[in-house]
Structures are given as structure tokens and as C-alpha cells.
């Protein structure tokens, strides 16, 4: 099975960036839409941002339109997400997979914004 490593997560203020990776272990990476989530304690899941295999087709969630920006590197198997303006709602455990697809979730990696 896949595996997918996220990483770049951390304390941000508001209004300041991070900008998350996330690393896929094989090369069917390349193949497949990609998607960022993020959960929240005692929450589901939320999708927060998608972006098709080749990179042509890109959506967000409303909230973070204009403020984040979904990319990927298939040749390095990696998927980004560049967060800018943070907000304290944005903060949670953020997650890559392929959009709306099953299989095993990686560890995510953590947000906070916090002044």
C-alpha cells in the first residue's frame, strides 16, 4: 500500500504562512488526484484543498480560497500546500491522500495558530 508522509506543520501567528509537504512512498503519486484535510478533535475530517494529477484542475474549500495554494512535484512523489494569512480556525491536523479515495491515512501533521 502507499504510504503518505506530511510534514511542515508548526506554531504560526496569525496572519503569518507555513507551508506543509508530503511525501508519497511510491510513484502512483503520479497518477492520482491529491487532497489536503484537516480534523480537528472530535470533528470528521474536513477536505480542504484538491488538486488533479497533472495539476490542471485545482479547487479549495471556501474558507481558505485566496489564502492557500495546493501544488505538486510528481517527480518527487510530493504534494504542498503553502498556507498564507493563517487564521486561529485554521489550525488542526492537516493530512494529505488521494481525493475521496480509501486506503490508510498517514500521521498528518499539526497546526496551530495561536498568538
Known amino acids: 500500500e502507499v504510504q503518505y508522509m506530511e510534514s511542515g506543520g508548526g506554531l504560526a501567528q496569525p496572519g503569518g504562512s507555513l507551508t506543509l509537504s508530503c511525501v508519497a512512498s511510491?510513484?502512483?503519486?503520479?497518477?492520482?488526484?491529491m487532497s489536503w484535510y484537516r480534523q480537528i478533535p472530535n470533528e470528521p475530517r474536513e477536505w480542504i484543498a484538491r488538486?488533479?494529477?497533472?495539476?490542471?484542475?485545482?479547487d479549495y474549500l471556501g474558507t481558505v480560497q485566496g489564502r492557500f495554494i495546493i501544488s505538486r512535484d510528481n517527480a518527487k512523489k510530493t504534494l504542498y500546500l503553502q498556507m498564507n494569512d493563517l487564521k486561529p480556525e485554521d489550525s488542526g491536523i492537516y493530512y494529505c491522500?488521494?481525493?475521496?479515495?480509501?486506503?490508510?491515512w498517514g500521521q498528518g501533521t499539526p497546526v496551530i495558530v495561536s498568538a
Open positions: 491522500h488521494p481525493h475521496l479515495a480509501g486506503g490508510p
Open positions: 511510491d510513484f502512483s503519486f503520479r497518477t492520482r488526484p
Open positions: 488538486i488533479s494529477h497533472g495539476s490542471v484542475s485545482i
